[in-house]
């Protein structure tokens, strides 16, 4: 079975830090998504990554930029958190190329105070 | 603009109700269509779709998809308590990019 892994379950920030939210896959999935869900809006796209070191912005990824370093680790960055960054943040992984089944993580619920 | 659009947004039913969820869509370059379950946490896969007019089963679970009408539904029969949850569907673009649509809220009560 496919897992993909998120650090953290909860996470509190300020107004002003920066965030890093982690996410690590191992079934060697070249692609990597992040989305955030919030309610009445669904999930929606800020960051996607086909291989490692690259990178194409989704629908909505002002305020947030993200780092492939390595294949099976995709990580999401709040350069300066905001309170309407207060979300569901989803990570989650596929094999390219053959609209492949997207298998999520458990989530990371951020609020930002 | 790509949009996926999911009703009824909630839906209340008693044990051994069947249930019929509705996704239609406008994807660009439509590839095809999946359904999710959301209970507390990560979205867990369903279904894929991408033949018009074939049914795909799981248990009482049942999907298909119209590619000339553009929407695809899920069909619960004999609803359990356990089928409480989020049902999201979504359009892929292209191969890589996955719509999602807002979800229907399915509550089942003994």
């Known amino acids: 079975d496919v897992k993909v892994t998120q650090s953290s379950r909860y996470l509190v920030k300020r107004t002003g830090e920066k965030v890093f939210l982690e996410c690590v896959q191992d079934?060697?999935?070249?692609?990597m998504f992040w989305y955030r869900q919030d309610p009445g809006l669904g999930l929606r796209l800020i960051y996607f990554s086909y291989d490692v070191k690259m990178k194409e912005k989704g629908d909505i990824p002002e305020g947030y930029s993200v780092s492939r370093e390595k294949k099976e680790r995709f990580s999401l960055i709040l350069e300066s958190a905001s309170t309407n960054q207060t979300s569901m943040y989803l990570c989650?992984?596929?094999?390219?190329?053959?609209?492949?089944?997207?298998?999520f993580g458990n989530g990371t619920r951020l609020t930002v105070t | 603009e790509d949009k996926v659009v999911q009703s009824p947004l909630s839906l209340v039913v008693h044990e051994g109700d069947t249930v019929t969820l509705n996704c239609s869509y406008e994807v660009t370059n439509f590839r095809s269509l999946l359904w999710y379950k959301q209970e507390k946490k990560a979205p867990t896969f369903l279904f894929m779709l991408?033949?018009?007019?074939i049914e795909k089963k799981s248990g009482r679970l049942s999907s298909i998809l119209d590619k000339k009408e553009l929407f695809s539904i899920l069909n619960i029969t004999a609803t359990q308590t356990g089928d409480s949850a989020v049902y999201l569907c979504a359009g892929y673009r292209d191969t890589d990019k996955l719509i999602f649509g807002t979800g229907t809220r399915l509550q089942v009560f003994p």
């Open positions: 991408t033949s018009s007019g």
């Open positions: 989650a992984s596929a094999r390219a190329g053959r609209s492949s089944p997207l298998h």
């Open positions: 079934m060697d999935h070249e692609n």
